[in-house]
């Protein structure tokens, strides 16, 4: 299995950015697909996933209504789509098959395996 993050970059606060998931390997007809990410000092948090069987997604209360994730199945390819970003969105993002869990409104959501690709930087600063 291979991932291949890549769309990082710097931009404004209250910008906007569109992160790819290029994955081989891997078919995402059944595999959901999680992103995650990694600010300086901190954990790697689940921040989205996308389950392909029914095409559902889940969203940490933190990105809700400002990040999109969505797959192309023909080109194997999963995205996010980044809006109204804050500085505190700064990290290192990567993407990898997920397993989510939910508890009323909040959800969880966790790697499947220890597999990480290179991920990609964003920056969010003036």
């Known amino acids: 299995v291979q991932l291949v993050e890549s769309g990082g970059a710097l931009v404004q606060p209250g910008g906007s950015l569109r992160l790819s998931c290029a994955i081989s390997g891997l078919t995402l007809d059944y595999t959901p697909i999680g992103w995650f990410r990694q600010a300086p000092g901190k954990e790697r948090e689940g921040i989205s996933c996308i389950n392909n069987r029914d095409g559902s997604t889940y969203y940490i209360d933190s990105v809700k209504g400002r990040f999109t994730i969505s797959r192309d199945k023909v080109k194997n390819v999963v995205y996010l789509q980044m809006s109204s970003l804050k500085p505190e969105d700064t990290a290192v993002y990567y993407c990898?098959?997920?397993?989510?869990?939910?508890?009323?409104?909040?959800?969880?959501?966790?790697?499947?395996?220890?597999?990480w690709g290179q991920g990609t930087q964003v920056t969010v600063s003036s």
């Open positions: 990898a098959p997920a397993h989510w869990s939910t508890s009323g409104s909040h959800v969880e959501i966790g790697p499947l395996y220890d597999y």
